[in-house]
């Protein structure tokens, strides 16, 4: 045998022996009949103790592929580097993880360019950055003047928070109150406490369930882009065909309106890339 016979019969012996590997993951999780899914924990209205879209989305894609499906709540890492390296490929030096898959991860490229070691794919919603106020506390608002003087809600370290309090050389940082989360913010808010809340269009809707008091606004922030961002799955890399069968499942949640559906039980609007 020559050489170049040698090279391409040993090539051909890998592809072959490669091919398995790509549906032995899925078969495993097929025989356990358990889907296991990392979601974040305290992320309203995608995931809390009182269930959320991405807990409900979950085990509508489980039930998709004819599997239970087992949940695994985590606290979120420094970065999102950290997140999918705990709950996707690698595991916690705790022992937890890793999952099966990651839900609410952003389909973004740079993330995806440094995180070569997993496949992030089917993206569900698309969330963006925006004001809800009183309306009769705050009739008209289209630029951060009519905050000035008012008392205004943002959850700490937050994208909300950085933007308010640095728009225009903090112009109207003397108004920003700062909370724990978006949704203490939140309840602040609806009890009167504050005049307007700035942020995510998710955590809005979820909490103000399409009152005509409360209506949305969209704020012009230079170092924001207007169209928000994109959120999918994530799974390991060499997991192909699991990847495959869930992108299936989410075509046919979207499809059958199903999605529509859950994202409606929680005050959502839709919003799929």
Known sequence: ??????LRAMLL????????????????????????????????????????????????????????????????????NDDLRNMV????????????VLMHVPVDR???AENKRVTIFAPYYRDRVRLVRDVRKIANCESVDCLVGKKVGV?????????LLGEQDGKVRDSVKIYDTAAAALDAFKAGELDAVLANQSEIEGAVRGDANYPLSDLS???????????????????????????????????????????AKYGVTPSRP
């Open 155 to 163: 959850e700490k370290i937050s994208i909300a928070a950085v933007l």
């Open 110 to 112: 740079q993330l995806m």
């Open 1 to 6: 045998m020559t050489l170049i016979s040698l």
């Open 221 to 263: 922030f230079q170092r924001l882009p207007r169209q928000g961002w994109i959120v999918g799955l994530a799974v390991k890399k060499d997991n192909e065909e699991l990847a495959k069968a869930l992108q299936a499942a989410a075509n046919e949640l979207e499809a059958s309106g199903e999605m529509a559906k859950i994202f």
């Open 13 to 80: 012996t890998a592809c072959a022996l490669a091919i398995p590997a790509a549906h032995a993951d899925l078969d495993k999780i097929k025989q356990s009949g358990v889907l296991k899914v990392a979601v974040y924990k305290d992320m309203r209205p995608f995931s809390s103790q009182e269930g959320g879209i991405d807990i409900e989305l979950a085990k509508a894609l489980a039930a998709r592929l004819g599997l239970q499906v087992s949940l695994l709540p985590f606290e979120a890492g420094e970065n999102l």
């Open 89 to 100: 490929w690698k595991g916690h030096y705790l022992g937890y993880g890793p999952a099966d």
